[in-house]
T-cell receptor, first 112, second 114 residues
Framework: SAVISQKPSRDICQRGTSLTIQCQVDSQVTMMFWYRQQPGQSLTLIATANQGSEATYESGFVIDKFPISRPNLTFSTLTVSNMSPEDSSIYLC?????????FGQGTRLTVV | GDSVTQMEGPVTLSEEAFLTINCTYTATGYPSLFWYVQYPGEGLQLLLKATKADDKGSNKGFEATYRKETTSFHLEKGSVQVSDSAVYFCALTPRGNQGGKLIFGQGTELSVKP
């Protein structure tokens, strides 16, 4: 198993600003994943972050809007840039176990 | 592409009632199937899983059987408790994808009343 810590747990931000979310894992992992959970909706994968290479983004998500860093095997950040109210969501960090995935508690973002 | 469809909520039950949350999937090959649970104010937790056809996953009184013929993975519990109130997500990973990318259903909110 893996223990994942995410910061901040919640934030309220002004539109047009950016927020960086941090994800720390208690063990070294090759891949980390970032998901978005919009209000009342399911989780959608934003991107996969590999250490030492560019993140791989899913359809509908772009690096300019969601830049990701992966400086080492236990840490990653996701930035939500130039925010609008439509970015209000829960953002979750995840790592893969042998079969299942483990998740952080999420960052609840409200853009006003 | 691969997808997961689960019954819409919210579902409201009385304590000790029987629970079924339907989940069907579309995928190429043989995906691994999961139920995740999100308790109020907490992160997603794995509830149970099944990695091949006819497997039954079980945990905390919940069960789900991987039915390839009906492409389903319905969640059941014989007697729910108030503490089971949460949002339940059905999910899959494509075959060979070791727990990495998950495709989720829309989630079903369960509320159990005393």
């Amino acid at each position: 198993s893996a223990v994942i810590s995410q910061k901040p747990s919640r934030d309220i931000c002004q539109r047009g600003t950016s927020l960086t979310i941090q994800c720390q894992v208690d063990s070294q992992v090759t891949m980390m994943f970032w998901y978005r959970q919009q209000p009342g909706q399911s989780l959608t994968l934003i991107a996969t972050a590999n250490q030492g290479s560019e993140a791989t983004y899913e359809s509908g998500f772009v690096i300019d809007k969601f830049p990701i860093s992966r400086p080492n095997l236990t840490f990653s950040t996701l930035t939500v840039s130039n925010m609008s109210p439509e970015d209000s969501s829960i953002y979750l960090c995840s790592v893969a176990g042998r079969v299942e995935a483990f998740f952080g508690q999420g960052t609840r973002l409200t853009v006003v | 592409g691969d997808s997961v469809t689960q019954m819409e909520g919210p579902v409201t039950l009385s304590e000790e009632a029987f629970l079924t949350i339907n989940c069907t999937y579309t995928a190429t090959g043989y995906p691994s199937l999961f139920w995740y649970v999100q308790y109020p104010g907490e992160g997603l937790q794995l509830l149970l899983k099944a990695t091949k056809a006819d497997d039954k996953g079980s945990n905390k009184g919940f069960e789900a059987t991987y039915r390839k013929e009906t492409t389903s993975f319905h969640l059941e519990k014989g007697s729910v408790q108030v503490s089971d109130s949460a949002v339940y997500f059905c999910a899959l990973t494509p075959r060979g994808n070791q727990g990495g990318k998950l495709i989720f259903g829309q989630g079903t909110e369960l509320s159990v009343k005393p």
